[in-house]
T-cell receptor, first 110, second 110 residues
C-alpha cells in the first residue's frame, strides 16, 4: 500500500536553530513529491515540487531535497514566522491522485 | 488576481440537512479536487474531476456528491448520509502535477 510518513510530528526550535523535517514514502512509481506550508485555519500553501532523486529546490530559508526513499525540508536559521504545519504529498505514475502525510507542526521561538 | 475561492468560510449545519460548499477558480485549470482534513490525519480525497462534466470518487466519497458543469466551479454537497461531517474542507485545482489549494471551509454539525 502506498504510504507517506512525516517525522517528527512536532518540532520546537529556537530562532536561528536550523533543522530538518523528514518525509519518507513507500510508493510504486513516484511521479512527484510536494511540500506545502499550512497555517492554522487556512489552506495549504505550495512550496516545492520534486521529481527525481538528487533534485533540490530552495526558497528563502527553506531547501527541499529528494532521495529514492525520502525527502527532507531543511530550515536554515528559522524565524518565528516560519511556525506552521508542513505537509508532504506524493503522486504516482498513472494517476492524478495524491497521498498526504499527517504533517510536522513547527514552532519557532523568539 | 488568479486564485481559488471557497465559500462560506464557516458553515453550521443541523443534523439531517444537506449543505453545499462552493469552490471557484480563475486559474484556467482543468482538474479540481475536494479533500477533507481532520486533526491528526492527512488530507483525504473525497472527489476529483479531471475535466468538465466528468468526476471520480476518491477514498471517502460516501455521503458526498459533486457536479462539474463549468470549468471554474466544483461544488461539494455534504448530504445527511455523511455520518461525521464536521471537518475542514479543502478544494484544490491542479496545473500539470502541482495542486493549489483554496482557503478552506470549516463545517460544523450542530
Amino acid at each position: 500500500e502506498d504510504q507517506v510518513t512525516q517525522s517528527p510530528e512536532a518540532l520546537r526550535l529556537q530562532e536561528g536553530e536550523s533543522s530538518s523535517l523528514n518525509c519518507s514514502y513507500t510508493v510504486s512509481g513516484l511521479r512527484g513529491l510536494f511540500w506545502y506550508r499550512q497555517d492554522p485555519g487556512k489552506g495549504p500553501e505550495f512550496l516545492f515540487t520534486l521529481y527525481s532523486a538528487g533534485e533540490e529546490k530552495e526558497k528563502e530559508r527553506l531547501k527541499a531535497t529528494l532521495t529514492k526513499k525520502e525527502s527532507f525540508l531543511h530550515i536554515t536559521a528559522p524565524k518565528p514566522e516560519d511556525s506552521a504545519t508542513y505537509l508532504c504529498a506524493v503522486t504516482t505514475s498513472g494517476t492524478y491522485k495524491y497521498i498526504f502525510g499527517t504533517g510536522t507542526r513547527l514552532k519557532v521561538l523568539a | 488576481d488568479g486564485g481559488i475561492t471557497q465559500s462560506p468560510k464557516y458553515l453550521f449545519r443541523k443534523e439531517g440537512q444537506n449543505v453545499t460548499l462552493s469552490c471557484e477558480q480563475n486559474l484556467n485549470h482543468d482538474a479540481m479536487y475536494w479533500y477533507r482534513q481532520d486533526p491528526g490525519q492527512g488530507l483525504r480525497l473525497i472527489y476529483y474531476s479531471q475535466i468538465v462534466n466528468d468526476f471520480q470518487k476518491g477514498d471517502i466519497a460516501e455521503g458526498y456528491s459533486v457536479s462539474r458543469e463549468k470549468k471554474e466551479s466544483f461544488p461539494l454537497t455534504v448530504t445527511s448520509a455523511q455520518k461525521n461531517p464536521t471537518a475542514f474542507y479543502l478544494c484544490a485545482s491542479r496545473q500539470t502535477d502541482t495542486q493549489y489549494f483554496g482557503p478552506g471551509t470549516r463545517l460544523t454539525v450542530l
